[in-house]
């Protein structure tokens, strides 16, 4: 009888090891081996190019990556179009990797039916040609993508002082002033929007842009938002685009603007 | 007469011979894996982010990694917590279970497999993610699973932090099981 007790008494402390040894693991974790070196001007620019998830669905995307390690992705067209990743990477030679979040837009929403999802991406640059695959909570996939060179022409806010016409997105005409502060609405809930855009590298047409929502009809939609800008010529409408891709730690907009005529 | 009470394979191999309990619980042994694994909690407190790590992050422990250590050493140092886990273990385990070789080397080669088998894990996300069930996310220290596999990094490295831990600690086990034989 004192065996079996004693056997037990080891059973459940050999079981509570065990478990301990698990839990331990999993908890020391959650992505501390960190990354390489911040080198990312290299990495910096525009890029356009597709992603294609796990069910072989591709997008068209645009991709925004600044010279201090940030990044934003767009889908641009079709039906999920605003649906957006925003996230901050590491450049290690050629290969880089990062942690994004994702964004639901459009008439889409994750496959896990959130609208916020969280991943990670990692990939490579060969010349003009970045290529790397993402991991999510939910899916996975690949992406491709082509650097367009525009945007490393110097910027100032004086280049972007001045009246903008909303031609893709939810906001209204904003008002861009010297000191880089604007103002506008978001059409969809009546918000009034103040924001701020900041140089990132004076050498590169890429900007740090924080919006400001108030007043909306439904309040969920008030807060602040931040993320890119860039200065592009698209030769389509001939004339020059603003676009900002900005989110929230729930939600995100973006807005491609023209100057006022 | 046998206990009905029964333990099947290794653990019956480890607890009983012939169906007796010789085994004394080694408090050496317990105390050293102890002692390791808080060197190990330690470690992660003065060397890594609470930001990163569940536990400290989950105790409400704010912490800033102080960057003392030479970047010749940074590669050992990242390595370090899989080279203490693996040996806090089987210290602990062999000290709750075993006392002879083929009890240890059942310890060692056991948490070797578990702790490899977590390391791999790291590289395999796009493969597991999709099958952790969501509700896993509303449970404690289960909610971190998705997050280990997703932002945690496989390294050849630390597969050879979990084997040099594991020999090490063998071969602990047994020098000393061999001096208790000769003082006897």
Same mark, same amino acid.
């Given at each position: 009888?004192?065996?079996?007790?004693?056997?037990?008494?080891?059973?459940?402390? #050999? $079981?509570?090891?065990?478990?301990?040894?698990?839990?331990?693991?999993?908890?020391?974790?959650?992505?501390?081996? +960190?990354?390489?070196?911040?080198?990312?001007?290299?990495?910096?620019?525009?890029?356009?190019?597709? =992603?294609?998830?796990?069910?072989?669905?591709?997008?068209?995307?645009? +991709?925004?990556?600044?010279?201090?390690?940030?990044?934003?992705?767009?889908?641009?067209?079709?039906? @999920?179009?605003?649906?957006?990743?925003?996230?901050?990477?590491?450049?290690?030679?050629?290969?880089?990797?990062?942690?994004?979040?994702?964004?639901?837009?459009?008439? @889409?929403?994750?496959?896990?039916?959130?609208?916020?999802?969280?991943?990670?991406?990692?990939?490579?640059?060969?010349?003009?040609? =970045?290529?790397?695959?993402?991991?999510?909570?939910?899916?996975?996939?690949?992406? *491709? =993508?082509?650097?367009?060179?525009?945007?490393?022409?110097?910027?100032?806010?004086?280049?972007?002082?001045?009246?903008?016409? $909303?031609?893709?997105?939810?906001? *209204?005409?904003?008002?861009?002033?010297?000191?880089?502060?604007?103002? +506008?609405?978001?059409?969809?809930?009546? @918000?009034?929007? $103040?924001?701020?855009?900041?140089?990132?590298?004076?050498?590169? *047409?890429?900007?740090?842009?924080?919006?400001?929502?108030?007043? @909306?009809?439904?309040?969920?939609?008030? +807060?602040?938002?931040?993320?890119?800008?860039? #200065?592009?010529?698209?030769?389509?409408?001939?004339?020059?685009?603003? $676009?900002?891709?900005?989110?929230?730690?729930? #939600?995100?907009?973006?807005?491609?603007?023209?100057?006022?005529? | 007469? !046998?206990?009905?009470?029964?333990?099947?394979? &290794?653990?019956?191999?480890?607890?009983?011979?012939?169906?007796?309990?010789?085994? !004394?619980?080694?408090?050496?042994?317990?105390? /050293?894996?102890? %002692?390791?694994?808080?060197?190990?909690?330690?470690?992660?407190?003065?060397?890594?982010? %609470?930001?990163?790590?569940?536990?400290?992050?989950?105790?409400?422990?704010? %912490?800033?990694?102080?960057?003392?250590?030479?970047?010749?050493?940074?590669?050992?140092?990242?390595?370090?917590?899989?080279?203490?886990?693996?040996?806090?273990?089987?210290?602990?385990?062999?000290?709750? /279970?075993?006392?002879?070789?083929?009890?240890?080397?059942?310890?060692?080669?056991?948490?070797?497999?578990?702790?490899?088998?977590?390391?791999?894990?790291?590289?395999?996300?796009?493969?597991?993610?999709?099958?952790?069930?969501?509700?896993?996310?509303?449970?404690?220290?289960?909610?971190?699973?998705?997050?280990?596999?997703?932002?945690?990094?496989?390294?050849?490295?630390?597969?050879?932090?979990?084997? &040099?831990?594991?020999?090490?600690?063998?071969?602990?086990?047994?020098?000393?099981?061999?001096?208790?034989?000769?003082?006897?």
């Amino acid at each position: 009888m004192k065996n079996k007790f004693v056997a037990l008494i080891k059973f459940f402390s #050999l $079981a509570v090891i065990a478990v301990l040894g698990i839990v331990t693991i999993i908890a020391s974790n959650d992505g501390g081996s +960190g990354h390489g070196t911040v080198d990312t001007t290299d990495t910096a620019g525009l890029w356009t190019g597709t =992603l294609t998830d796990g069910e072989n669905n591709t997008y068209s995307i645009g +991709g925004i990556t600044s010279t201090d390690g940030q990044f934003r992705l767009i889908i641009d067209e079709g039906e @999920c179009i605003g649906m957006q990743v925003a996230g901050t990477f590491s450049m290690e030679g050629d290969t880089g990797s990062g942690d994004f979040t994702g964004y639901a837009g459009g008439l @889409c929403t994750f496959n896990n039916l959130e609208t916020v999802i969280s991943g990670t991406v990692e990939f490579t640059v060969n010349g003009d040609t =970045l290529s790397g695959t993402f991991v999510s909570q939910d899916d996975s996939g690949t992406f *491709s =993508l082509t650097y367009d060179p525009q945007v490393e022409t110097p910027l100032t806010l004086a280049d972007l002082e001045g009246t903008w016409i $909303a031609e893709e997105g939810d906001f *209204s005409e904003i008002a861009i002033l010297i000191d880089g502060g604007f103002m +506008g609405n978001y059409v969809p809930y009546n @918000c009034n929007v $103040a924001g701020s855009i900041s140089i990132i590298d004076p050498d590169w *047409s890429i900007t740090n842009v924080t919006v400001t929502k108030l007043n @909306c009809d439904n309040e969920n939609m008030n +807060g602040t938002y931040t993320g890119l800008g860039v #200065l592009v010529f698209d030769e389509e409408s001939q004339s020059e685009v603003f $676009a900002i891709i900005v989110s929230s730690s729930t #939600l995100s907009n973006f807005g491609f603007f023209t100057p006022a005529p | 007469m !046998r206990e009905d009470f029964e333990i099947s394979g &290794v653990v019956n191999t480890l607890l009983f011979d012939s169906g007796q309990v010789r085994q !004394r619980v080694n408090y050496r042994q317990l105390l /050293i894996g102890f %002692s390791v694994l808080t060197l190990g909690a330690l470690f992660y407190y003065l060397f890594r982010s %609470s930001e990163h790590t569940y536990f400290l992050n989950n105790l409400g422990i704010s %912490s800033q990694p102080i960057s003392i250590l030479p970047s010749v050493f940074l590669t050992i140092g990242n390595t370090l917590p899989s080279f203490l886990h693996v040996f806090a273990f089987i210290m602990m385990t062999a000290g709750l /279970i075993a006392n002879q070789k083929r009890g240890y080397l059942i310890v060692c080669l056991s948490w070797f497999t578990i702790d490899v088998f977590f390391e791999i894990s790291q590289g395999l996300d796009n493969i597991l993610i999709p099958i952790i069930p969501n509700w896993f996310s509303h449970i404690f220290l289960l909610e971190n699973a998705r997050d280990y596999l997703l932002y945690g990094s496989f390294d050849y490295l630390d597969l050879l932090a979990i084997a &040099v831990g594991s020999v090490v600690a063998y071969l602990f086990l047994t020098i000393n099981e061999r001096g208790k034989q000769y003082e006897k």
